[in-house]
């Protein structure tokens, strides 16, 4: 299985939409992703990261078909040291280690191309399997925000994982 990050083209808006329109994803994800998710979404999408974050976001492939997203967004002013992941991968593709690979990939592009010091991650309550990725990459859970997301008419826990440039920060 080759797992590989590339930049996010226009002729992938297609299968973007395809694998994006899935309730089960959405649920996991800010209210700026979509559900139902559109080709117009997808080339919204796709236009609005080659705009604002041509390197710092890519579609994830796997074997040739792309199966998710994932990116780095750059904290500013106090926290401009500091990058918010984001990642989603099609659900046909779930279990299947893609998640795992693209986050070491990115993690590390992140670290040697940017002077990131910290990388974040925030995961909804219940999405367990999102924690295991990111701890299975290095991730520490920094806490737990008790009902401090407001989703599909629910509350929900959010967990904050992060991963630090140097290696010997402990929890």
Excluded at 38 to 59: C, P, R, T
Excluded at 132 to 155: H, N, P, Q, T
Aim: negative net charge; proline residues 3%; aromatic residues 18%.
């Amino acid at each position: 299985m080759a797992v590989n990050l590339k930049p996010w083209e226009t002729d992938y808006a297609e299968q973007l939409a395809y694998i994006a329109n899935n309730y089960n994803i959405a649920k996991f994800m800010r209210n700026r992703f979509p559900h139902p998710y559109s080709y117009d979404d997808a080339k919204n999408f796709i236009g609005w990261i080659q705009e604002n974050y041509n390197n710092l976001v890519f579609a994830i492939e796997c074997d040739g078909i792309i199966v998710g997203s994932i990116g780095l967004f750059p904290g500013d002013d106090i926290y401009c040291a500091t990058a918010e992941l984001g990642y989603w991968i099609g659900e046909e593709y779930w279990g299947r280690g893609i998640a795992t690979a693209a986050l070491l990939q990115m993690v590390d592009y992140g670290f040697a191309n940017f002077l990131f010091n910290k990388i974040k991650a925030h995961v909804f309550h219940p999405n367990t399997a999102s924690m295991r990725v990111l701890e299975k990459c290095g991730f520490c859970k920094e806490s737990v925000l008790k009902a401090s997301v407001y989703k599909y008419d629910e509350y929900l826990d959010e967990h904050l994982y992060a991963v630090f440039r140097e290696k010997d920060v402990s929890y």
